[in-house]
């Protein structure tokens, strides 16, 4: 069984470009999250969604940054006009949010961007 | 106020010896305790859940006291493969939220 996949794993963008990162959940799961964690700074909550569904964005900047899951295709995190700050390790988790065993996500081996 | 706080160490052990790391959490409404481990800013890895009864997966034990808000972690005769970050992790309506996390070197 196939863990969460994220791809690319590296990314370097210059300021102003765009960056497209990639999730695909483990089989089975249909909840997605995405968290950021910036140099020497623990890992933060951005957004979590389902299938074709925004749940909680409440950790996404409010500009530059959107999310989407649609219903084929993986999860897309999306960054606009990149800018030297949003140099970070962004990982994607997956949960089936069952009722035995509610929130356990596992987590994909993230993708590094690097804005120059 | 962080809504998980925990000593970010480094601890150093030698191998065999016992460690116990602790968390506290500030939202008394927080539904699901959880540690991960963290190697090298790599993914976290889902080290155990954490109930009231508390619950033990070989050398690792975990307890939760909701009154205190409180969590901790034992590792019991450490190895070399121990070493790594420790993440003190908040499950709130779906989303995690985890702790700057410990630091574990186990010597030899």
């Known amino acids: 069984n196939a863990g969460v996949m994220q791809n690319p794993r590296h990314l370097v963008r210059r300021r102003g470009q765009e960056a497209r990162l990639r999730c695909s959940p483990m089989?089975?799961?249909?909840?997605v999250y995405w968290y950021r964690q910036l140099p020497e700074e623990g890992l933060k909550f951005m957004v979590y969604?389902?299938?074709?569904?925004?749940?909680?964005e409440s950790g996404m900047p409010k500009e530059r940054f959107s999310a989407e899951f649609p219903k084929e295709g993986p999860s897309i995190l999306r960054i606009q006009q990149v800018v030297r700050g949003d140099s970070a390790a962004y990982f994607c988790?997956?949960?089936?949010?069952?009722?035995?065993?509610?929130?356990?996500?596992?987590f994909g081996p993230g993708t590094r961007l690097t804005v120059t | 106020r962080k809504e998980v706080e925990q000593d970010p160490g480094p601890f150093n052990v030698p191998e065999g010896a016992t460690v116990a790391f602790n968390c506290t959490y500030s939202n008394s409404a927080s539904q699901s305790f959880f540690w991960y481990r963290q190697d090298c800013r790599k993914e976290p890895k889902l080290l155990m859940s954490v109930y009231s009864s508390g619950n033990e997966d070989g050398r690792f034990t975990a307890q939760l006291n909701r009154a205190s808000q409180y969590i901790s972690l034992l590792i019991r005769d450490s190895k070399l493969s121990d070493s790594a970050t420790y993440l003190c992790v908040i499950g709130n309506t779906g989303k995690l939220i985890f702790g700057q996390g410990t630091t574990l070197q186990v010597k030899p």
């Open positions: 089989k089975g799961h249909s909840h």
């Open positions: 988790a997956s949960s089936p949010l069952t009722r035995l065993a509610p929130y356990e996500q596992y």
């Open positions: 969604l389902q299938k074709e569904n925004i749940i909680d």
